[in-house]
């Protein structure tokens, strides 16, 4: 009985951990690609949530799962565009700072826009309630999200990996000063992998809006447990990413199963135990640009 | 956050120079002389969105006192920042004492940190007004003579949810599971709790402690399945509450969700048709008296939108402390704490008039249990509650629904 409970935690983990990674994997993509650390990534998460719910309003949740990821994908492009762009090749401390100020200045403008109090959403009703497999329980939503997870994660590694497109950027993490002497300009593909990845942060908001509080400072809090699944799988490993996030979600589910109160903590056990033991994080070998 | 102080600064440099130039030395004492009052609020973090009202409310206030010619003749210099943290807010707190030359502080939704904020008020024998705070601890063996508390205290809100639940037969013999918020709210609501379960005959079957910085339930929401409890009772704060509800219709778990604390706000938050059960409210914006009409309408007017009871709170609050320096023509300290000890009453904008008990400093008012309006019956989308009949009944004492002097352990320092 006991293990048939806990295996509904671990599923539910890995369910919870497929919400970790739509946020983490583009925060490791732009990482690799540009070497920036981007601080505003939250804010972007923040933006795909409250631009779906207003799409919600006039054109019901379908539509805003799709329109939101892309609305908030253009924005990345001026980001990546204006600002971005000017500091591939400076100190990194320096990307920091700006990209941090972007997530300040974004939770200020949403403020402005919305207000300060949160805004409400909630699911469909179609989606609402549970369903059961024998005795094991599962949210219908949630395995909608784990459904597009799975579509988007392969889709992202087909894009790097059985495409041209993917080549180049491959590449580009690797050696960029020889993609340059091929005569290749990496500045295309910069922008395209910034919108990729904060578009796939604005889906993660899209989805999450109707089943958490949509509130100015919500990229804040999420910006963190992203930050720690990259850092426990491996800064720019793709597989790293997919992996810490299941890991962070099932040990966290766990946790919470015996131990509720450690349960928020448990993810920061879990990276310090990580890093002891692998300091680039489990699967962050290939990453060399830094060293 | 917003600090007033350079801005009436430079209005008063202006009136200055202005009446200087026509020769009115008179006005111009009158108007450099002002009356400092701390405002300390939560707006970050997971009270931060009900914080938010509870400053729209204050500004009004301050704004209207202002406007009608300010505290005897002097208008009133608002300082109100974000409290963020227990550390945080004492030490603001104490700055605004020391070197902003605050006569007086108010304010505050969390426990914790209003904990923090009468530590410094009685160092400092400042007067401190603890407007949203709910925990029976502070104003129960943490209590001191600087200190006042404005809300509800948990033990009333228990009270007023588990009346309008006896009546609908869900307490006795039924088997509980709480969800509470990790600190010490949380730990004080899950007291009153438990002494209500036990007097009533209902059994606590299950309890998980929630820290506040959690977002999703599902671990949790999982382990109340496997408990099988008849009802589940919510003992959670602010965007806990929210992110509880939310996720609770999600899962679409078959026990009854009901709740010891719940700000409208929250309420709010949570969309269309997730809500439902009982809950309690110290007041709502549709209470039905010619006081609390007036001032959804003014609110409304301004924030395109109605009042949430921390504005409401905030706005009595400063209201009350105007009252007292205006009557007692003091800012001191002893002065302030002798007028509200008369057990002065005041009006705040419900049926029946409130006064700040003289033993423990609690402001002694109703209470109401709200369920939730079907969705085909709200008028907007705030017009979300229907109130029950106000806790105590009319006709019993108020105090009635507040512990007593054996129950609680106040004890100040003279």
Same mark, same amino acid.
């Given at each position: 009985?006991?293990?048939?409970?806990?295996?509904?935690?671990?599923?539910?983990?890995?369910?919870?951990?497929?919400?970790?990674?739509?946020?983490?994997?583009?925060?490791?993509?732009?990482?690799?690609?540009?070497?920036?650390?981007?601080?505003?990534?939250?804010?972007?998460?923040?933006?795909? %949530?409250?631009?779906?719910?207003?799409?919600?309003?006039?054109?019901?949740?379908?539509?805003?799962?799709?329109?939101?990821?892309?609305?908030?994908?253009?924005?990345?492009?001026?980001?990546?565009?204006?600002?971005?762009?000017?500091?591939?090749?400076?100190?990194?401390?320096?990307?920091?700072?700006?990209?941090?100020?972007?997530?300040?200045?974004?939770?200020?403008?949403?403020?402005?826009?919305?207000?300060?109090?949160?805004?409400?959403?909630?699911?469909?009703? %179609?989606?609402?309630?549970?369903?059961?497999?024998?005795?094991?329980?599962?949210?219908?939503?949630?395995?909608?999200?784990?459904?597009?997870?799975?579509?988007?994660?392969?889709?992202?590694?087909?894009?790097?990996?059985?495409?041209?497109?993917?080549?180049?950027?491959?590449?580009?993490?690797?050696?960029?000063?020889?993609?340059?002497?091929?005569?290749?300009?990496?500045?295309?593909?910069?922008?395209?992998?910034?919108?990729?990845?904060?578009?796939?942060?604005?889906?993660?908001?899209?989805?999450? %809006?109707?089943?958490?509080?949509?509130?100015?400072?919500?990229?804040?809090?999420?910006?963190?447990? %992203?930050?720690?699944?990259?850092?426990?799988?491996?800064?720019?490993?793709?597989?790293?990413?997919?992996?810490?996030?299941?890991?962070?979600?099932?040990?966290?589910?766990?946790?919470?199963?015996?131990?509720?109160?450690?349960?928020?903590?448990?993810?920061?056990?879990?990276?310090?135990?990580?890093?002891?033991?692998?300091?680039?994080?489990?699967?962050?070998?290939?990453?060399?640009?830094?060293? | 956050?917003?600090?007033?102080?350079?801005?009436?600064?430079?209005?008063?440099?202006?009136?200055?120079?202005?009446?200087?130039?026509?020769?009115?030395?008179?006005?111009?004492?009158?108007?450099?002389?002002?009356?400092?009052?701390?405002?300390?609020?939560?707006?970050?973090?997971?009270?931060?969105?009900?914080?938010?009202?509870?400053?729209?409310?204050?500004?009004?206030?301050?704004?209207?006192?202002?406007?009608?010619?300010?505290?005897?003749?002097?208008? /009133?210099?608002?300082?109100?920042?974000?409290?963020?943290?227990?550390?945080?807010?004492?030490?603001?707190?104490?700055?605004?004492?020391?070197?902003?030359?605050?006569?007086?502080?108010?304010?505050?939704?969390?426990?914790?940190?209003?904990?923090? /904020?009468?530590?410094?008020?009685?160092?400092?024998?400042?007067?401190?007004?603890?407007?949203?705070?709910?925990?029976?601890?502070?104003?129960?063996?943490?209590?001191?003579?600087?200190?006042?508390?404005?809300?509800?205290?948990?033990?009333?809100?228990?009270?007023?949810?588990?009346?309008?639940?006896?009546?609908?037969?869900?307490?006795?013999?039924?088997?509980?599971?709480?969800?509470?918020?990790?600190?010490?709210?949380?730990?004080?609501?899950?007291?009153?709790?438990?002494?209500?379960?036990?007097?009533?005959?209902?059994?606590?079957?299950?309890?998980?402690? /929630?820290?506040?910085?959690?977002?999703?339930?599902?671990?949790?929401?999982?382990?109340?399945?496997?408990?099988?409890?008849?009802?589940?009772?919510?003992?959670?704060?602010?965007?806990?509450?929210?992110?509880?509800?939310?996720?609770?219709?999600?899962?679409?778990?078959?026990?009854?969700?009901?709740?010891?604390?719940?700000?409208?706000?929250?309420?709010?938050?949570?969309?269309?048709?997730?809500?439902?059960?009982?809950?309690?409210?110290?007041?709502?914006?549709?209470?039905?008296?010619?006081?609390?009409?007036?001032?959804?309408?003014?609110?409304?007017?301004?924030?395109?939108?109605?009042?949430?009871?921390?504005?409401?709170?905030?706005?009595?609050?400063?209201?009350?402390?105007?009252?007292?320096?205006?009557?007692?023509?003091?800012?001191?300290?002893?002065?302030?704490?002798?007028?509200?000890?008369? !057990?002065?009453?005041?009006?705040?904008?419900?049926?029946?008039?409130?006064?700040?008990?003289?033993?423990?400093? !609690?402001?002694?008012?109703?209470?109401?249990?709200?369920?939730?309006?079907?969705?085909?019956?709200?008028?907007?989308?705030?017009?979300?509650?229907?109130?029950?009949?106000?806790?105590?009944?009319?006709?019993?004492?108020?105090?009635?629904?507040?512990?007593?002097?054996?129950?609680?352990?106040?004890?100040?320092?003279?």
């Amino acid at each position: 009985m006991q293990f048939g409970f806990l295996l509904e935690q671990v599923v539910n983990g890995l369910v919870l951990g497929g919400y970790y990674l739509l946020i983490a994997l583009g925060l490791s993509l732009i990482f690799s690609v540009g070497g920036i650390v981007n601080l505003a990534h939250g804010a972007f998460y923040a933006l795909g %949530a409250y631009i779906s719910v207003e799409i919600t309003k006039y054109l019901g949740f379908g539509s805003a799962v799709v329109l939101s990821p892309v609305a908030v994908g253009l924005l990345g492009i001026l980001f990546e565009r204006f600002i971005l762009r000017r500091f591939y090749d400076a100190d990194p401390i320096l990307s920091l700072l700006v990209t941090f100020s972007l997530a300040m200045v974004t939770e200020q403008a949403i403020r402005i826009i919305w207000g300060a109090p949160p805004i409400s959403a909630g699911i469909p009703q %179609a989606l609402r309630g549970s369903v059961f497999l024998g005795d094991f329980l599962f949210s219908r939503y949630r395995l909608l999200i784990l459904a597009v997870v799975a579509v988007v994660l392969v889709g992202v590694w087909l894009l790097l990996h059985k495409t041209s497109f993917g080549r180049v950027v491959r590449a580009g993490i690797q050696r960029p000063d020889m993609v340059a002497a091929l005569g290749i300009r990496l500045q295309p593909y910069m922008t395209a992998i910034v919108m990729l990845g904060v578009g796939m942060a604005a889906l993660g908001g899209a989805f999450f %809006a109707p089943i958490t509080i949509v509130h100015p400072a919500m990229g804040a809090e999420i910006i963190t447990v %992203a930050f720690v699944v990259v850092v426990i799988g491996g800064l720019g490993s793709f597989w790293g990413v997919v992996l810490a996030a299941m890991l962070v979600g099932v040990v966290r589910g766990i946790t919470i199963h015996f131990a509720p109160a450690a349960g928020e903590a448990s993810i920061y056990v879990l990276m310090f135990l990580v890093l002891l033991v692998r300091p680039r994080g489990l699967l962050g070998e290939r990453i060399e640009k830094f060293e | 956050m917003t600090r007033y102080s350079r801005r009436t600064l430079l209005k008063a440099g202006a009136a200055f120079a202005g009446a200087s130039t026509i020769g009115f030395p008179a006005i111009v004492s009158a108007q450099a002389a002002r009356i400092k009052i701390g405002h300390l609020v939560p707006l970050t973090g997971f009270l931060g969105a009900i914080g938010s009202y509870a400053q729209l409310g204050v500004k009004m206030a301050a704004e209207e006192i202002n406007a009608s010619g300010g505290i005897m003749g002097k208008q /009133i210099d608002l300082m109100s920042e974000d409290s963020v943290n227990p550390a945080t807010a004492s030490t603001k707190a104490q700055r605004m004492i020391e070197q902003d030359g605050a006569v007086l502080l108010f304010g505050e939704i969390s426990s914790a940190s209003s904990l923090t /904020i009468m530590q410094v008020a009685e160092r400092n024998k400042k007067v401190f007004f603890s407007t949203g705070a709910r925990s029976d601890a502070l104003r129960g063996k943490d209590c001191n003579r600087y200190s006042f508390h404005c809300d509800i205290p948990n033990t009333v809100m228990v009270n007023a949810v588990g009346t309008a639940l006896k009546q609908k037969g869900m307490v006795k013999g039924k088997k509980f599971v709480t969800l509470t918020a990790d600190y010490i709210f949380g730990h004080d609501l899950l007291k009153a709790a438990k002494a209500f379960f036990s007097a009533n005959e209902a059994t606590l079957i299950g309890d998980e402690l /929630i820290a506040t910085d959690v977002t999703d339930f599902s671990p949790y929401l999982l382990k109340v399945r496997q408990a099988k409890p008849d009802v589940v009772c919510c003992n959670l704060a602010g965007n806990q509450v929210t992110n509880l509800v939310k996720q609770y219709a999600e899962f679409g778990l078959p026990y009854p969700l009901v709740g010891f604390n719940l700000n409208t706000g929250d309420a709010w938050a949570m969309g269309e048709g997730n809500l439902s059960g009982t809950w309690p409210t110290v007041w709502y914006h549709t209470l039905d008296n010619p006081a609390s009409r007036a001032f959804v309408e003014a609110f409304s007017k301004k924030h395109g939108k109605p009042p949430e009871n921390h504005a409401w709170i905030e706005y009595i609050t400063l209201k009350m402390i105007a009252q007292a320096i205006t009557e007692t023509k003091s800012t001191e300290s002893d002065a302030l704490i002798a007028y509200f000890e008369k !057990q002065t009453q005041f009006d705040i904008m419900k049926a029946r008039k409130a006064y700040f008990r003289s033993w423990d400093h !609690q402001l002694v008012q109703e209470a109401y249990p709200f369920t939730v309006k079907p969705k085909n019956e709200m008028k907007d989308k705030w017009d979300m509650l229907v109130l029950g009949e106000a806790v105590p009944a009319a006709g019993a004492e108020l105090e009635s629904i507040y512990p007593t002097k054996t129950q609680n352990p106040c004890n100040m320092k003279a």
